[in-house]
């Protein structure tokens, strides 16, 4: 798993050794466009990795109404995290926009792994605080950002995302109508 | 320091040589209401915990509204994350609601701490994780509750923060006009 092992050395050098053991605590999971990785209220028990592939976290209020917090493709780590940190059933579900292929690692494994090797406790550390910063801009995007200016800034940062995303799902994740997305410049 | 002693001891138990080590790469910073701890285009070298006091993290937009991102308040963390992981220059302000006395790391020493201590890469690892989950409810707080719902869920989770905040900036928080938050009931 050339690709895995470059995510991680972004971060981190592991060795041959190192990464073989690594990888030998993550299995491989194939899904079908459609198919739920997630489901709310269901236990959480593993943390993962998109090998290929496009899948969206979401909730669906009272109303019906579909809010969208994260997708996920190539590379990005997805999972309901405050179940999975909480033991905790899914408050949120997590399907396929697309076939998918996911590196599955549980939590036992994921801190058996933190706890033997000093370099992938920091690299999950690294991990997390990126994901945190990038939480943050959400957050003051939706806080302070126009329709307009949110949908600029998302083809600034992950213009390939745009590209493979239903209009409907990229609406739902800008906290617009899809009316109102339809009026949106393509940036 | 023993509260900041407990506030790693609720994450991992640590013995009293490695915390005196630990908190030798410390340092104590006190500041007025209304001083600056960040400054939005200054550098951010420092990770701070808060012995006592808040703080506010935030962000000021072109037509001059104020926009808040965090507060912080006894054994909570802030920092300008963005800046401080990325040497980049800080895109936010904090400065103090109350005086407040802050614990001060700067990110070689936090590095430091990580690269020597498995326990510690672990536990910042930890409080990320935790703080990650904090700000997707914050999101999905944004996205599909509204103003009443907001005020009630911070009040159920900070009871404490509430009594202290001024109400003008917990209007900038929940993303609410002065006059729409006086006009909900106290949760």
Redesign the interface.
């Given at each position: 798993m050339n690709t895995f092992r470059q995510h991680i050395e972004k971060i981190t050098p592991v060795t041959d050794e190192e990464f073989e053991y690594i990888f030998s605590l993550f299995s491989i999971k194939k899904l079908r466009k459609h198919q739920f990785l997630v489901q709310e209220d269901h236990e959480v028990t593993n943390d993962y990795w998109v090998i290929s592939g496009l899948l969206k976290a979401y909730?669906i209020?009272e109303d019906g109404?579909m809010?969208i917090?994260?997708f996920a493709m190539e590379d990005w780590w997805i999972s309901d995290?405050?179940a999975y940190?909480n033991k905790t059933l899914a408050t949120?579900s997590i399907d396929c926009i697309e076939d998918s292929e996911l590196l599955v690692i549980s939590k036992e494994n994921k801190e058996k792994l933190?706890?033997e090797m000093?370099t992938l406790?920091?690299f999950?550390?690294k991990k997390?605080?990126?994901?945190?910063?990038a939480?943050?801009?959400?957050?003051?995007m939706?806080?302070?950002k126009n329709p307009q200016e949110r949908y600029n800034r998302l083809y600034q940062l992950t213009p390939q995302l745009l590209q493979r995303l239903p209009k409907t799902l990229l609406a739902a994740y800008l906290?617009v109508s899809r009316e109102t997305l339809s009026r949106l410049k393509q940036p």
């Open positions: 909730h209020n109404k809010h917090l994260q995290y405050q940190n949120i933190c706890s000093h406790a920091n999950f550390r997390s605080n990126i994901g945190y910063v939480l943050q801009q959400r957050i003051l939706l806080l302070e906290g």
